[in-house]
């Protein structure tokens, strides 16, 4: 405790240090180096994710420039925006007239003009539009539908769905990817009616440039729609774009900003409510008694400096941290609530340990004795807080990784600051305290509380403080009387009321109860839980781009059911052995229990044999199917003629083929489970011709398979590993084996819970319940330690003779059973703030958080005091110590 005498004697060098350190980090955030970094693929999916490289095979092979574009072949994998129009009255879109305005909005989209808004550079769709044959992609299908039903002549064109043949069109147009809801005719069979339809612009990225310009068209047009500027007047159009994420990524970061604000002002003024040592008058003042702010004892300044503290360390952290390139994401701006409520909880357990030591004591021996005492609390949980978050940081996504690196860091400059700057702080107040000064006004000098009668109404309100005489308080390890009772408010409350009604037969019979329910209902939570990152939770209710996937989601399902499959080594499909072997490979992955089976294979092969057969040369087929060269050689004529699949094939530069891909379609994947089991069925059957063939396969729903597969494991990894470093950490601290078993089972109680409870609030095993996941870790910690550690420690201070465990607890009650309130509703107040953010991430964290606070303070007020007591109690008599004083006997008196 020498650092802490020295602070108390020459505090000035601690208190400059921290703020000058601060400064000098602080550069870092306002130098320029802050940059916040999005891409959801990137932050919420598992960074060593087979998805990410099964998608980079097609977008590198067969989307990698602007010149390689087929409309329909690489949906969603390039920069574009997404409009769905319905119709204004929510009937049918395909009515002439709202046909016709459908019409208009595909004219407009491509004849206005837009000017960029960094560079005022002028440009239109045509100039930043993928091409097809050189022309911009202009969604034919839908407007050849418009077209149709607005002139009323859907009748002789046969529109059939999901599929139809016009002759304007050598193949089948598939409308299923471009109307939603559609009504057919029962007898005929064809299109009478749609609910909605989806239109796409895919638009330029290869160069700086064109990304600018493309995502100033993407905003362009999205604003129009919002501040309805679109000529259009019987439809809605709801709209989705590249950047949607990101964008509303950045929304609730800025909705984050002014809600900080308030709750550094409501954490403030909680702090220093909280500080205020109320005593009544021992006079009365117009015939009753009535409460008075003792202004020596009370430490307002405190409170101030505790909450001021905290943020120095969360600006140092962050500082720090991006001075030494760590990646700063969206969900990191979570991180100062979190930090300044721990920081509050230190500030309240030096408080309380500094008016639990005598005032006859001088400040030095006072730091020295509160310091000994709430220390090695602060120290544990600092420890603790700071592994539990270095364990979360073992998860394989960004955003759980990032997070967890700037809260560690925030967690260790707290610790660092409390220990320094608070600590002196605290010296100085204590120097104010000692000479009888105004805990405010240090200059003034306060009037005796004693004499409260004679003085004015305003010096009893903001002037009078108790002097020495007045507090006759017993010296450590004196066993107070009842007339020298100078305990605090809070600890009569909890060693008199609370701890008495807690041991009440009749309330620990309800306590074991309710945790019986508790367990029970946290179990069936788990298994009830859904797993998985939904992108659709980015975007927030209100937002037009919400609507859009709603719609989308409803009614354009087929796209993630499209298995892409890529054949990086091809077999030479002419030679009889090399396509048998390779459509034996095929047949298994069409035969999956997933699959839809051959029929919904499409597959440049299978197009060319039925292109030959319908020539009608007999067994033309079967020759070339036996001849090599010849096979190739017809090969050429027919991918001119259909140019879908010449875009399929790769070639070498010998004029080989180097690669190809074809599609089928999935089904039966309902639930995650399901996803996972096809991903690693279809996987397991490309790995088995790897060699052979080096087949790759892609859809979306690969990546909710990766995240199914990581998120359940990593959850119970990160507790099992906490678990199993929190026990040694608390041990060392707190050598008393009894506790570090006692706050390992606090751990697991409290982190069944929360996974358990989340499922009930509409919680997901994501990325971002993984980190209040892995914060349950370290508030649990908090609490078991505070509450283990005066259950060994504290009663020792009171009692001559060896504490019954009952005496045990109301002891470790009356220490840290205020303290333990005060930072769980500092808690609650900063995270209360985070309910007016709407926004998923921030929804989840406050409703995880919500849930740890709520479970960790029952744990450590009720559950842990009684098991504390209850084992501790059959230990002794286990080994024949007998009790100073059974629980009965003191609910009986």
């Known amino acids: 405790m020498l650092e802490a005498i020295n602070e ?110 960094k560079d005022q550079i002028p440009y239109s769709y045509s100039d930043i539009c993928l091409r097809f044959q050189n022309e911009c992609f202009a969604n034919a299908q839908v407007r050849f539908l418009a077209d149709i039903f607005a002139r009323g002549d ?27 809801g559609v009504e057919l005719d029962p007898v005929r069979g064809t299109v009478v009616g749609a ?9 330029k990225q290869e160069s700086k440039l064109a990304r600018d310009l493309s995502f100033d068209f993407e905003l362009a047009v999205a604003r129009q729609i919002d501040e309805n500027k679109v000529p259009i007047s019987k439809l809605k159009i709801y709209y989705y774009h590249s950047d949607t994420f990101d964008i509303e990524l950045a929304e609730g970061t800025l909705q984050i900003v002014p ?96 008016h639990e030591t005598s005032r006859r004591l001088s400040v030095e021996d006072r730091i020295e004795a509160a310091m000994r005492h709430a220390g090695v609390s602060i120290t544990i949980t600092s420890v603790t807080d700071a592994l539990a978050f270095l364990i979360g940081a073992i998860a394989p996504l960004p955003a759980v990784i990032y997070f967890c690196y700037y809260s560690c860091a925030a967690i260790c400059f707290i610790f660092l600051y409390s220990m320094t700057f608070f600590v002196a702080v605290m010296a100085v107040n204590g120097r104010w305290e000692e000479a009888g000064r105004h805990a405010l006004m240090p200059w003034c ?24 005489a007045d507090t006759v308080g017993s010296e450590t390890g004196s066993e107070p009387s009842v007339a020298e009772d100078n305990r605090l408010w809070y600890q009569r409350f909890f060693a008199d009321r609370y701890a008495p009604f807690i041991c009440h037969p009749v309330v620990q019979i309800a306590a074991l109860l309710s945790f019986i329910g508790y367990v029970v209902v946290a179990y069936f939570g788990i298994q009830n839980m859904v797993v998985g990152f939904d992108l659709m939770n980015i975007v927030r209710p209100e937002a037009p781009p919400y609507r859009f996937l709603q719609l989308q989601t409803e009614y354009f399902l087929n796209d993630v059911s499209k298995l892409d499959i890529a054949v990086l080594k091809p077999p030479n499909m002419g030679s009889p052995t090399e396509r048998s072997d390779f459509l034996k490979a095929l047949t298994e992955i069409e035969s999956t229990f997933c699959s839809r089976g051959r029929n919904s294979t499409d597959f440049w092969y299978f197009a060319y044999e039925k292109h030959v057969n319908q020539l009608g040369f007999g067994s033309f087929w079967t020759d070339l199917g036996e001849d090599a060269e010849s096979f190739s050689d017809n090969l050429a004529p027919f991918l001119m003629a259909h140019e879908k699949y010449d875009y399929d094939i790769l070639h070498g530069s010998n004029g080989t083929i180097s690669a190809f891909r ?87 109680s409290i982190g069944l819970g929360v996974v358990g409870f989340m499922t009930w609030w509409h919680v997901n095993l994501d990325a971002t319940s993984m980190i209040t996941i892995a914060m349950s870790v370290g508030f649990s910690v908090d609490f078991a330690a505070h509450c283990t550690y005066a259950y060994m420690t504290e009663a020792n201070n009171h009692y001559n003779h060896e504490p019954s465990p009952y005496e045990r607890m109301v002891a470790a009650l009356s220490a840290v059973g205020w303290p333990i309130t005060q930072g769980s509703l500092s808690v609650f107040l900063g995270i209360t703030s985070l309910a007016t953010v709407q926004t998923y991430v921030v929804e989840t964290c406050f409703k995880t958080i919500f849930l740890v606070i709520t479970f960790g303070m029952i744990h450590a007020l009720l559950y842990l005091p009684l098991v504390l007591m209850h084992t501790h109690g059959l230990y002794l008599r286990f080994f024949g110590r007998k009790k100073s004083m059974d629980v009965s006997d003191v609910v009986a008196q």
């Open 662 to 748: 074809l599609t089928t379609q999935l089904a039966n994947y309902g639930n995650d489970e399901s996803i996972l089991e096809c991903a690693r069925t279809i996987r397991g059957i490309c790995a088995k011709y790897h060699a052979q063939f080096d087949i790759h396969t892609y859809t979306p729903l690969w990546n909710l398979a990766d995240q199914f597969e990581i998120m359940w494991p990593q959850t119970l990894q990160d507790l099992y590993i906490s678990i199993l470093v929190m026990m040694p950490i608390a041990l060392l601290l707190i050598p008393q084996p009894f506790c570090a078993v006692a706050i390992g089972v606090s751990i697991g």
């Open 154 to 180: 859907q009748k002789s064109f046969n529109v059939t769905f999901p599929r139809f043949r016009s002759e304007f069109s050598t193949e089948p147009i598939d409308i299923s990817k471009v109307i939603g």
């Open 8 to 117: 108390s004697s020459h505090p000035l060098p601690f208190i400059i240090l921290p703020i000058v350190l601060t400064a000098v980090l602080s550069t870092s955030i306002l130098g320029g180096h802050f940059e916040i970094i999005r891409g959801v693929h990137f932050l919420y999916a598992p960074l060593n994710a087979p998805w990410k490289a099964e998608e980079a095979i097609f977008r590198d092979l067969w989307a990698n420039s602007d010149d390689k574009f087929y409309p329909g072949k690489d949906f969603l994998l390039r920069k574009g925006l997404y409009l769905i129009a319905e119709a204004a009255d929510g009937g049918n879109i395909l009515r002439p007239d709202v046909a016709r305005d459908l019409i208009s909005l595909l004219d407009w989209i491509r004849n206005s003009s837009f000017v960029e808004a």
């Open 195 to 203: 609910r909605n339809a989806i239109v796409l612009y895919q638009l």
């Open 259 to 354: 809600v900080f604000t308030v709750t550094f002002l409501v954490l403030c003024t909680f702090a220093v409510l909280c500080t205020f040592n109320i005593t009544w008058s021992r006079t009365s003042l117009k015939g009753a008694p009535v409460p008075l702010i003792d202004w020596v004892v009370s430490k307002p300044f405190l409170g101030i400096i505790g909450v001021v503290s905290a943020l120095m360390a969360i600006v140092s952290a962050t500082g720090l941290l991006l001075w030494m390139g760590v990646t700063f994401v969206d969900m990191c701006s979570v991180m100062p609530f979190l930090s300044l409520t721990i920081g509050i909880d230190d500030t309240f357990l030096m408080l309380a340990s500094w």
């Open 445 to 468: 000098e306060t009037k005796d509380i004693s004499n409260a009668e004679n003085e004015s109404k305003v010096a009893c309100l903001f002037n009078l403080g108790s002097r020495l």
